[in-house]
């Protein structure tokens, strides 16, 4: 741990005013913008410390909102995504606003119920230069892109992959009434594979030969 600056002391914990709750380092904050047009912004506590006159910093790691980021928010970014940043900064305790919870990518896409406070980050953010860790996520669908955990999509019971209804030419309201689903092209596959295995229920077309007559 880094040593505190004479005349500072580390804090273990902070109590956000006119609430009754108490910030400790680790967890994630709301934090009030200068321009109050905006979202709080959302930063995870590093440290806690109070100069002689009792006044209280804390020392934070910014999370970026896709819209913040130098590549801006792009299609397959969910409303409460977020970029766990390199940027550091020391802000006074008293614009911190409340706490909320920043999930991982799996755990999100488990609740049942997402509250206001509930988000999520499944990459680091280079503010500097835009890249992101990882630089490759998985794809899925005809369309290739990413999981938006805020969209809707489908399984294919042969080939396991998933697919936005309307990539499908399906309504929403058709997507969730479906038992059961098959891409269009396991869908061909399927029926290649019917026409191989099929069993003869007509009668040969084949010319038909008469039999010898046994010679008596």
Known sequence: MAKTKPGKK??????????????????CVLMRPSDSDKPPYV??????????????????RWYYRPEESIGGRRQ????????LSDH????????????CIVHTFKNYT?????????YF????????????????????CKCEMPYNPDDLMVQCEGCKDWFHPSCMEMTIEEAKG???????????????KRSMN???VSASLEPKVEPKRRKR
């Open 10 to 27: 580390d804090l273990d914990s902070y109590a956000i005013k006119g609430t009754n709750k108490v910030v400790r380092p680790g967890d």
């Open 76 to 83: 397959f970014h969910g409303a409460k995504e977020l970029f």
């Open 198 to 200: 099929t069993f003869p």
């Open 110 to 118: 488990k609740l049942e119920n997402v509250g206001a406070e509930d």
């Open 88 to 99: 550091y900064d020391v802000q006074s305790a008293h614009t911190i606003e409340g706490k």
């Open 121 to 140: 980050c499944r990459f680091e953010y280079k503010a500097a230069t835009g890249g992101f860790t990882p630089d490759r996520v998985a794809v899925y």
């Open 43 to 60: 930063a995870r506590v590093e440290k806690i410390e109070a100069d002689h006159r009792n006044n209280v910093k804390v020392r934070v």
């Open 178 to 192: 479906l038992d059961h689903f098959l891409c269009s092209d396991c869908t061909s596959e399927d029926d290649a």
